[in-house]
């Protein structure tokens, strides 16, 4: 499973998907250019008073969107690539805001209402009535890898990252315990929240994603204030190491410009999901226009990667510790990063910060798996999917990851090539 995931993750997915996103660029005149502050305007509009179900729709796909990637993935990505790897990042977001607008206007173009009134959309329906009948089975395949990617990059994954936050928050309790009453906990929440359909689950992302943002951003804040004579070293190190990695960390680490580029593009796409298809099946059940809702689309990958996955890497390499490069790593990194700043309180507040990003990734996941089962098996497939949903909640938070990680990373990969050929079909139609 790992290689076949390294297979599909390979260079071609990384060029076709930057491909589709200077396509998308080149069909919207750079949307992403023209309308960002029109996107960042939206949502102070939406924030006071303004269309409730198209903040919630945006709040509810950055909560699936803004999880352990920003932290954990960013450090991974500076580890293995260096400090360049955060500028082909950047790369990825830039082309990243055109094709997630493009994709949150197709899924509102071809969307359709279910017998509650409730919007379904997403690459399933888009595929299908854009693309024609003919394409029925592509979209059934969509379908079919977002719900089992559901259990594993949605589920499993992140309620063994809370899991593991508690466990090392509380050291003195036995570790099997502490992960089991917290997928316990875990599972009661989800089967609460998701209970109540998306408007319930739109209602809650939009007070979490809020609190769990703020408390982020202020804790990188405080790291990169109080090591701020580092900034001019560190954007020189991120932009030189773009192109001549070898003369910022040395030729003997064996980090060249393939790895910055690799690692930087993979993991900022993996962060953002922009091409992936998911994001656009919660976009779909707002009451706004295509193109309105668009410009959220727009906001939701400047915010996940242009600004939180910008602070978690400055915030590294601001700080000074040490970076083994070459070699795999994750929260830590940014654990001792906060460190130098709260000191034995950083555990907790990286333990709080991932339990937060992976509690709402975790709801919000289980809304794309309910719509695609819906659309595969009807009412009655959704209510054993649910089910199990939150019995995994409770396996995940005590198993092994790696394989989920082969697994989630595989079908992740799965859903993204349906949805490609997809956009590049329904082009014209943007």
Same mark, same amino acid.
């Given at each position: 499973?790992?290689? =076949?995931?390294?297979?599909?993750? +390979?260079?071609?997915? %990384?060029? =076709? ?6 396509? %998308? ?6 949307? !992403? ?11 102070? &509009? ?10 919630? /729709? ?6 699936? $969107? ?9 450090? +991974?990505?500076?580890?293995? +690539?260096?400090?360049? /790897? ?10 990243? %805001?055109? $094709? ?14 279910? /017998? ?36 594993? %990059? ?19 309790? !036995? ?16 089967? @609460? ?24 951003? @202020? ?12 900034? +001019? ?6 932009? &030189? ?18 790895? /910055? ?5 993979? &993991? ?42 910008? @602070? ?89 990851? &790696? ?13 993204? @090539? ?13």
């Amino acid at each position: 499973m790992e290689k =076949l995931a390294e297979l599909v993750w +390979g260079t071609p997915m %990384m060029i =076709l998907l930057l491909a589709v996103g200077l396509l %998308m660029t080149w069909v919207t005149r750079a949307v !992403q250019l023209r309308k960002l502050g029109a996107s960042i305007r939206q949502v102070g &509009r939406s924030l006071r008073g303004g269309s409730r179900s198209s903040f919630q /729709a945006v709040c509810t796909a950055l909560a699936a $969107t803004v999880g352990t990637g920003n932290i954990a993935g960013v450090a +991974g990505a500076i580890a293995l +690539g260096g400090p360049g /790897a955060v500028f082909w990042m950047w790369v990825s977001a830039f082309f990243g %805001m055109a $094709t997630k607008y493009a994709e949150v206007v197709l899924a509102m173009r071809y969307r359709i209402r279910d /017998a509650n009134g409730e919007y379904l959309g997403g690459p399933m329906y888009y595929i299908r009535r854009g693309m024609g009948e003919r394409w029925r089975p592509l979209a059934a395949a969509f379908a079919l890898c977002t719900v089992l990617a559901s259990f594993g %990059m949605g589920n499993i994954v992140q309620v063994h990252t809370i899991a593991a936050a508690v466990v090392t928050a509380l050291p003195q309790v !036995q570790s099997f315990a502490a992960a089991l009453v917290t997928g316990l906990a875990a599972a009661l929440i989800v089967a @609460l929240v998701t209970l109540g359909g998306a408007r319930r689950i739109g209602a809650v992302m939009e007070r979490l994603v809020p609190v769990m943002a703020g408390i982020y951003v @202020l804790g990188a804040l405080a790291v990169i204030g109080l090591h701020w004579r580092n900034l +001019g070293q560190v954007f020189s190190a991120i932009f &030189r190491g773009a192109f001549f990695p070898r003369a910022v960390l040395g030729g003997g680490v064996g980090i060249g410009i393939r790895q /910055a580029v690799r690692w930087g593009v993979s &993991r900022g796409i993996f962060s953002n999901e922009a091409g992936l298809g998911s994001a656009p099946i919660a976009h779909a059940s707002a009451e706004a226009a295509p193109e309105e809702q668009g410009l959220f689309g727009i906001f939701e990958v400047f915010v996940d990667t242009v600004v939180l996955c910008t @602070l978690t890497a400055v915030a590294i390499l601001s700080s000074g510790v040490p970076i083994a490069y070459g070699v795999p790593a994750g929260a830590e990194l940014a654990t001792a990063a906060l460190s130098t700043v709260f000191g034995s309180w950083a555990a907790a507040l990286s333990a709080l910060s991932l339990g937060l990003l992976a509690l709402a990734t975790l709801i919000s996941w289980q809304l794309y798996g309910v719509r695609c089962a819906g659309y595969l098996w009807g009412d009655s497939g959704v209510q054993i999917y649910r089910l199990c949903y939150v019995a995994v909640v409770v396996l995940g938070a005590t198993m092994d990851l &790696r394989a989920a990680w082969a697994v989630s990373d595989l079908l992740n990969g799965l859903m993204c @090539l349906p949805n490609l050929v997809a956009l590049l079909a329904l082009r014209r139609r943007i």
